[in-house]
C-alpha cells in the first residue's frame, strides 16, 4: 500500500508449501497484522511459529512482519503450488 514494502524471506515460499502438503487439508489464512495475534491453525499465525523452519518471523522488518497469511498465500497460487479461496472472508487455501 502506497510506498510501504513488506518483505519475507524467500525460503517461505518452499516452507510453506511443505507444510501445506503435510497438512493435507484447507487451512485458514488468518491475516493480521504484526502487533495483533493471530489466530491458532492458520498460516499467520505458522507464519510467526518458533516451530516453523524459519524459528519465527518469515517478515524481514520489525513492525511490518505481519499480514504473511495475506501476501504470501498468492504468490503460491500464482506458482501452481497451492489453490486458495477468494471469498469476501475466512479465505482459506492447500497445497497442489
Not at 516453523?52 to 512482519?65: E, F, I, V
Not at 503450488?81 to 472472508?89: D, I, K, S, T, W
Amino acid at each position: 500500500m502506497g510506498g510501504t514494502q513488506l518483505r519475507y524471506q524467500l525460503r517461505c515460499i518452499e516452507d510453506l508449501h511443505a507444510m501445506l502438503k503435510e497438512h493435507g487439508d484447507w487451512m485458514p489464512l488468518g491475516n493480521a497484522d504484526e502487533q495483533k495475534q493471530a489466530a491458532e491453525g492458520t498460516v499467520e499465525a505458522w507464519g510467526r511459529s518458533p516451530g516453523n523452519p524459519a524459528g519465527g518471523w518469515y517478515g524481514l522488518k520489525k513492525g511490518l512482519r505481519g499480514r504473511f497469511g495475506n501476501y504470501v498465500p498468492p504468490v503460491l497460487e500464482a506458482l501452481g503450488l497451492a489453490e486458495v479461496e477468494h471469498n469476501a472472508r475466512n479465505n482459506r487455501m492447500r497445497a497442489r
